[in-house]
């Protein structure tokens, strides 16, 4: 599977933004899809995912109730709304996948990237 990661941009501290992911090919139901960022400097960290059985999705602490992640499988889209975005969200923003999973939060359990979006927030 292919995909392809938009929406990103500058915004306000306190301003929102929602990020979009399509994937190419077949079968995009049977893939848990994720979002994940790279701030400079630092490694990449898990930011939520959703299942392929559209089950519970995970977040990490500092954006829960702030971010919320969706899909629609009939546009093979996964979405990530963004929310109160402060400047420590500042990084560059990658969808993936991983096939049948359902509580992948590490970057070794995907094995499809996107190529990343840019997302900062000023101050």
């Known amino acids: 599977v292919q995909l392809q990661a938009s929406g990103g941009g500058l915004v306000q501290a306190g301003g929102s933004l929602r990020l979009s992911c399509a994937a190419s090919?077949?079968?995009?139901?049977?893939?848990?899809m994720a979002w994940f960022r790279q701030a400079p400097g630092k490694e990449r960290e898990f930011v939520a995912a959703?299942?392929?059985?559209?089950?519970?999705?995970f977040y990490e602490d500092s954006v829960k109730g702030r971010f919320t992640i969706s899909r629609d499988n009939a546009k093979n889209t996964v979405y990530l709304q963004m929310n109160s975005l402060k400047p420590e969200d500042t990084a560059v923003y990658y969808c993936?996948?991983?096939?049948?999973?359902?509580?992948?939060?590490?970057?070794?359990?995907?094995?499809?990237w996107g190529q990343g979006t840019q997302v900062t927030v000023s101050s």
């Open positions: 959703i299942p392929y059985n559209g089950g519970r999705m």
């Open positions: 993936a996948a991983a096939p049948w999973r359902v509580t992948a939060r590490t970057v070794d359990e995907y094995d499809y």
């Open positions: 090919g077949r079968s995009f139901s049977r893939y848990a």
